[in-house]
């Protein structure tokens, strides 16, 4: 899959999130990359930054908080478009998730590991 329709696959999975979780959404951003760390091969998404439940007064002209989903880990483990969709909504609810301030152990409780 090209990265063009993987950064497609991602905006569609951004649109399928609920319009009140994405109003709630702030300072962050989202991007598609090809590769992660070396050291972290397998890795389909990352955030980073200071979830929101963690924001205090300090929190003010800082630089968004990144979430990064990897293209070349989904697609390794994928063998079927239908696959790398569903596998692209999850990695990316489940780096919203962080956003928010969801650690792993909850989120993998929900299903999103």
Do not use: K
Request: net charge negative.
């Amino acid at each position: 899959m090209s990265r063009e329709a993987f950064e497609e696959l991602v905006g569609e999975a951004l649109d399928r999130v609920p319009p009140e979780l994405t109003r709630l959404m702030d300072n962050v951003a989202v991007f598609v990359e090809d590769e992660p760390d070396a050291a972290t091969p397998d890795l389909l998404g990352l955030y980073e930054g200071t979830p929101l439940t963690e924001r205090g007064e300090w929190y003010a002209g800082v630089l968004p908080d990144r979430i990064t989903i990897y293209r070349g880990p989904t697609l390794r483990m994928c063998t079927s478009r239908e696959q790398a969709v569903a596998e692209t909504e999850i990695t990316v609810v489940h780096e919203i998730a962080h956003h928010f301030g969801i650690d792993d152990a909850r989120l993998h409780a929900l299903g999103y590991a």
